[in-house]
């Protein structure tokens, strides 16, 4: 990639955008009220904004390596309370993807340095669920599911916060996990059932 490009690619974005309206950054400039908080991978290839057809303002982005939401990432916690106490989004979105190299990653029982701390939270993952997942045999299957039950967690991880629990109870949020197959480009809502998980765990992890 050609970094110097990227300025004249800049430039001809702006022409673009003031060519079709002239207030265009004006108008950005006064503030955000976006109503999505997207969490997902790092990954250069799964670009939020251009595979959901969003703009400027539409979407608040927290990504790192698989798309994890561990309760010591201060980072995401504070994106978690500002999305929610300050922007006031009605949705969080969990999205993980196939191919995803933190998941691969995670499955080799290897020591990758200061990469194990984080790829553990996807080992306890595969470890909650290995039952279901070894009875899978084809290998691809086995990896597409890990891919899909870590946006479970990690949902489940979001609806463990306080200021989620008093959202989602008051019909303020609603939480979506969604994967995007980058084999064909298309985003799968997994329809987690959230009522029953929250059910499920609310003994232990209701906090409000
Ligand atoms: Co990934």
Redesign the pocket.
């Known amino acids: 990639m050609d970094i110097a490009k990227i300025f004249v690619d800049n430039e001809a974005w702006v022409a673009e955008k003031l060519d079709r309206d002239p207030g265009y950054f004006t108008q950005l400039a006064k503030g955000q009220d976006p109503d999505v908080l997207y969490i997902g991978?790092?990954?250069s290839r799964?670009t939020a904004e251009e595979m959901m057809g969003a703009k400027p303002g539409d979407l608040f982005v927290y990504r790192n390596?698989?798309?994890v939401i561990p309760n010591t990432d201060i980072s995401a916690m504070a994106v978690i309370h500002y999305a929610i106490e300050f922007l006031h989004v009605k949705h969080v979105v969990v999205c993980?993807?196939y191919e995803?190299?933190?998941?691969k990653a995670a499955m080799q029982p290897k020591d990758l340095g200061v990469l194990n701390p984080w790829l553990r939270n996807i080992r306890d993952v595969y470890r909650l669920h290995h039952d279901h997942l070894d009875s899978i045999s084809d290998e691809t299957k086995r990896y597409d599911r890990l891919v899909e039950l870590n946006v479970q967690e990690q949902c489940i991880n979001v609806l463990k916060t306080p200021e989620v629990q008093i959202a989602y109870r008051n019909n303020q949020l609603t939480v979506h996990g969604w994967v995007l197959n980058i084999r064909t480009g298309r985003i799968i809502d997994l329809d987690i059932n959230f009522e029953k998980i929250i059910e499920s765990i609310s003994e232990i992890y209701r906090l409000t």
């Open positions: 991978c790092s990954d799964v390596i698989a798309n993980g993807h995803c190299g933190g998941v």
